[in-house]
């Protein structure tokens, strides 16, 4: 295995940031045209075009579409006769990360937690962050990157409820994260919802859940009819886009689940905003890369 | 009935005065650019700005532009959330004169207020959409206070800047709070809808 090119792990990270950055996916372009013709509310209805304003610039320029280049996350997924080595491949999606905030060159928003020194690298302790799964049966890398704007994510929300709480404090968590939050998440986008799992866990799952192609329904027809409740719900309570009043305040609710404690009911929502930039790169073992979303 | 203004800079109080709660501003002509740290230096440190606001607008940016020789060529120039920097609002009006806010999300009740006394309006823009703010904006005029590079002051010129919402104006009405109350109403049913005993 002396002769893998770890250069392509690095250029695919790189190129993975800026397509992320500039191109929203064709699901998120498809919900928010979906959404425009159910709108009724005037002001909403301007928002939209403003909205599909800014992707058709961004197409045309191939320039970013929101000044937030917010954190770097990749979502790693191993498959299980993929013969590259874990660590370099970690390595390479680091400088990968660099290299597209100083050669595109876009605001790189990392900083230190405490001194606010911005490095302008986008990385820097602790990131990109990176989450590690398997694939049974395959021979092939899958990144999934996401630029996590920040009008979003410091909206995010977790609680450790009771089980003697039951579901119905679940839904209420959704319902008045979405109503406190208000404007400022850039709505309309998707509501994540992680269920389950323990405290790190439960927000892992959230963050899961934006990251699923709009208006994909989880494979259980329990939890399928819950998001398309909460979607209902959460459209009918006249936030609208950009909290300035309208039918539609969120494209999905997209929820994921894992077991808990038997003296646990965790609930996280990680909200993301209409620009839900991500993209996806999967990596072949004799070096070929296939882009996607 | 909500009314779309193409407007030029600067906005006297009349031109402001005639813009209401849902009404759609374009405007051309100066845009000035700030954030936290800008009026941090200007309220708390005590430094005037070394060019007038008079009748301009404000938009809460911190944006990506590069030097190039003595000019400033933009890159991306998009727009923060308001709500951080509502407590210098009252005195960026009062002292300085500036007529109009934009950004996103809104501001607080004492905003409103100064809004109210001195004619100036929040004007409210499409968050994430940097891409088309930046081509919206001809030429970065120029950067004072260099130094607080990303949060200076920054004189922008702008065509057909917008679409922005009028969120609040100058007789009163706050859209955002509107909006939220409308909601607080609706939120009984939803619950009950749900099983949620409120």
């Not at chain 1, 893998?4 to 500039?22: F, S």
């Not at chain 1, 395959?138 to 410091?154: F, Y």
């Not at chain 2, 960026?92 to 001195?118: F, P, R, T």
Request: proline residues 6%; negative net charge; hydrophobic residues 35%.
């Amino acid at each position: 295995m002396a002769d893998i090119d770890y250069q392509i792990v690095e250029d695919a990270a790189k190129e993975l940031y800026i397509r992320a950055l500039c191109d929203l996916p064709p699901d998120v372009r498809e919900a928010l045209k979906r959404a425009y013709d159910k709108e009724t509310n005037p002001t909403a209805r301007e928002v939209f075009k403003a909205i599909f304003k800014t992707i058709e610039v961004a197409d045309e320029h191939k320039t970013l579409i929101c000044q937030d280049t917010g954190l770097p996350i990749y979502m790693v997924k191993i498959g299980s006769q993929f013969p590259w080595n874990g660590f370099q491949i970690k390595k390479r999606l680091d400088i990968g990360t660099r290299r597209a905030t100083q050669e595109f060159p876009f605001r790189g928003s990392s900083t230190h937690t405490l001194t606010r020194v911005n490095p302008q690298t986008s990385v820097g302790e602790g990131l990109p962050v990176i989450h590690y799964d398997f694939i049974e049966d395959a021979d092939h890398l899958d990144i999934l990157m996401i630029p996590k704007g920040s009008g979003s994510e410091n909206m995010s929300k977790m609680k450790m409820f009771y089980p003697a709480h039951g579901i119905s404090a679940l839904k209420k968590f959704v319902i008045d994260t979405v109503f406190e939050t208000g404007a400022n998440p850039c709505p309309p986008g998707i509501i994540g919802v992680g269920l389950g799992g323990t405290a790190d866990l439960v927000m892992k799952l959230a963050k899961e859940a934006i990251a699923r192609p709009v208006g994909q329904r989880h494979h259980d027809p329990e939890i399928a009819k819950m998001e398309q409740e909460l979607e209902e719900a959460i459209n009918d309570m006249g936030r609208g886009p950009m909290g300035l009043g309208g039918d539609i305040t969120a494209l999905a609710v997209h929820i994921e689940t894992a077991y808990t404690h038997i003296t646990q009911n965790p609930i996280a929502v990680n909200t993301q905003c209409w620009p839900a930039r991500r993209a996806r790169a999967q990596i072949h073992p004799d070096g070929r890369v296939d882009y996607g979303y | 009935m909500a009314t779309t203004h193409h407007l030029q800079t600067p906005f006297s109080d009349d031109v402001i005065r005639g813009l209401h709660a849902e009404d759609i501003v374009y405007f051309d002509g100066t845009l000035f650019g700030i954030r936290d740290l800008t009026q941090i230096y200007m309220f708390d440190q005590g430094h005037t700005p070394p060019v007038s606001l008079e009748g301009m607008p404000c938009i809460h940016t911190a944006p990506s532009l590069k030097k190039v020789g003595d000019t400033w060529e933009k890159i991306c120039v998009g727009t923060t959330t308001s709500t951080r920097m509502d407590r210098f609002t009252p005195d960026l009006i009062a002292q300085y004169g500036v007529k109009a806010i934009i950004g996103k999300g809104g501001l607080y009740e004492g905003s409103l207020k100064a809004m109210q006394k001195h004619a100036a309006v929040y004007l409210a823009i499409v968050g994430g959409s940097a891409a088309l703010e930046t081509l919206q904006i001809q030429e970065v005029e120029a950067v004072y206070w260099e130094h607080l590079h990303p949060e200076a002051l920054y004189k922008f010129r702008v065509k057909d800047f917008g679409p922005l919402t009028v969120a609040m104006d100058s007789h009163g009405r706050h859209l955002f709070e509107e909006v939220k109350e409308e909601t607080r109403k609706r939120l009984p049913e939803i619950y009950q809808r749900l099983g949620i005993e409120a």
